[in-house]
């Protein structure tokens, strides 16, 4: 399988259906629900869900902006330069067969590429993973809904791990129903700014329910994802016990002054899938 033929499949399988973390958190919540209102919306949710499936459509009108995510191994055949020119064909053609919506244009002009590529996209962030033979590529296709909720803030150190929580949860209470709930909540906490978003953003890449190994970004995830839920937003944000499926922190070193935190809320259809390429063998990992 050629890479440009994994990364289409990649979008395609990330474009129509969910993962079973985030399709099991769903259901879930859904029984958990006694609002009547929020019932109707998560079974109207549930529904989307199985019919994208079914017509192997894309989930959801706004295919988002296509991010990936690269842990290239050192002793892998597969070139960087390689790599990228993949992803870009392989963009093009899902945007062509999937289809996918042409979302990408220029942010002065506004001219649209009309195939998802241009002005520096398709996004790519690229880990170099030391021994490894095998190169993992992982889509995470971002809807301007949940990204456009995107905040940063440089607390001050003595607000400590108080002004952390209150400062997301007051991020998703602004957020309302704009991001389209339920939620899940991305957090990077520590870094400099860019890299404090950098990481919110990829918190949003591990499981629902997979905890920070950090004993305090634990407890931390925790408490947030209670106080979200308690806040009565809900599905779709006409109300209901169900506003996040789930809060993932990640954590980054930072200047004894400073104390960088950064929210990136993706919204229910949380798409994202993953493959890992070792030598002319592929494996489907999400």
């Not at 790519?124 to 803030?153: C, F, Q, R, W």
């Not at 400590?160 to 998703?172: E, H, R």
């Not at 970004?217 to 996040?244: F, Q, W």
């Amino acid at each position: 399988m050629k890479p440009e033929d994994v990364v289409f499949e990649l979008l395609k399988r990330a474009e129509t259906r969910l993962p079973a973390d985030v399709l099991g958190a769903l259901r879930k919540a859904r029984k958990r629900e006694k609002n009547r209102l929020a019932q109707i919306q998560f079974d109207a949710i549930l529904k989307n869900i199985s019919l994208a499936g079914e017509r192997c459509a894309p989930i959801c009108q706004d295919t988002g902006v296509p991010v990936f995510y690269i842990d290239a191994g050192s002793c892998s055949s597969l070139s960087l330069p390689c790599i990228i020119a993949a992803i870009s064909s392989g963009v093009r053609k899902a945007t062509r067969e999937l289809p996918m919506r042409a979302n990408i244009v220029h942010p002065l002009s506004r001219r649209n590429s009309g195939d998802n590529t241009g002005w520096g996209t398709p996004i790519v962030h690229i880990t170099s993973v030391e021994g490894a033979s095998y190169t993992d590529i992982t889509v995470l296709p971002k809807g301007a809904g949940s990204e456009n909720m995107s905040a940063l803030a440089m607390l001050q150190p003595s607000q400590g791990v108080c002004g952390v929580k209150a400062f997301v949860v007051d991020v998703v209470r602004h957020a309302g129903g704009k991001p389209c709930p339920p939620v899940i909540v991305g957090v990077g906490v520590g870094g400099t700014a860019d890299h404090c978003m950098h990481l919110a953003k990829k918190a949003l890449l591990r499981p629902v329910g997979c905890r920070n190994a950090d004993r305090h970004a634990s407890r931390l995830e925790k408490e947030i994802l209670r106080e979200v839920n308690l806040l009565g937003i809900g599905p779709m944000g006409l109300g209901g016990s169900a506003t996040a499926l789930g809060v993932n922190i990640e954590l980054s070193g930072c200047h004894t002054a400073s104390l960088p935190v950064a929210v990136n809320l993706q919204c229910w259809a949380a798409r994202v899938a993953k493959a890992r390429i070792e030598g002319k063998r592929v494996t489907w990992l999400r």
